[in-house]
C-alpha cells in the first residue's frame, strides 16, 4: 500500500516563502506517475496547485504561476513545492496525491480529483499566511 507524506508546512506572513514535501513512505508506483499538490480551504472545492511527472511534465494553476516550483526527486521517490511571495489566499491545507497511467495535467489531475480517481493521498500540511 503506498502512503503518502507531507510535510514543511507552517505560518508565514505574506510575502515569505515555505517549501512542502511530499514522500512516499510505503510501497511503490513503478517507474510512471504523476504527483500533484492540491489544496483546500474549509467550504471550498479542493484545487489543484502543480502536477509533475518524470521530473518533465509540469504545470501550474495560474494563481501560482511564477510564484510556486514544484520538483520531484524520483530517487527519493518525492516532490516538492518551492512556494514564494506567498499570498494571504494561499491559505490552505496542502495535499499531495499520485496517480499511475495518466496524462499528467493540472486539468487531468483536478478532474480526477473531483471524481475521487488519484490513486493516493497524504494527510495534508497546514500552510497559514498572515498580513
Known amino acids: 500500500q503506498v502512503q503518502l507524506e507531507e510535510s514543511g508546512g507552517g505560518s508565514v506572513q505574506s510575502g515569505g516563502s515555505l517549501r512542502l514535501s511530499c514522500v512516499v513512505t510505503?510501497?511503490?508506483?513503478?517507474?510512471?506517475?504523476?504527483m500533484a499538490w492540491f489544496r483546500k480551504v474549509l467550504g471550498q472545492q479542493r484545487e489543484a496547485v502543480a502536477a509533475?511527472?518524470?521530473?518533465?511534465?509540469?504545470s501550474y494553476a495560474d494563481s501560482v504561476k511564477g510564484r510556486f516550483t514544484v520538483s520531484q526527486d524520483k530517487a527519493k521517490v518525492s516532490m516538492y513545492l518551492q512556494m514564494n511571495s506567498l499570498k494571504l489566499e494561499d491559505t490552505a491545507m496542502y495535499y499531495c496525491?499520485?496517480?499511475?497511467?495518466?496524462?499528467?495535467?493540472?486539468?487531468?489531475?483536478?478532474?480526477?480529483?473531483?471524481?475521487?480517481?488519484?490513486?493516493?493521498w497524504g494527510k495534508g500540511t497546514q500552510v497559514t499566511i498572515s498580513s
Open positions: 509533475i511527472a518524470d521530473g518533465e511534465m509540469i
Open positions: 496525491a499520485a496517480a499511475t497511467g495518466i496524462f499528467c495535467s493540472l486539468t487531468t489531475v483536478q478532474a480526477l480529483a473531483v471524481g475521487g480517481g488519484m490513486d493516493y
Open positions: 510505503s510501497g511503490s508506483m513503478g517507474s510512471h506517475y504523476c
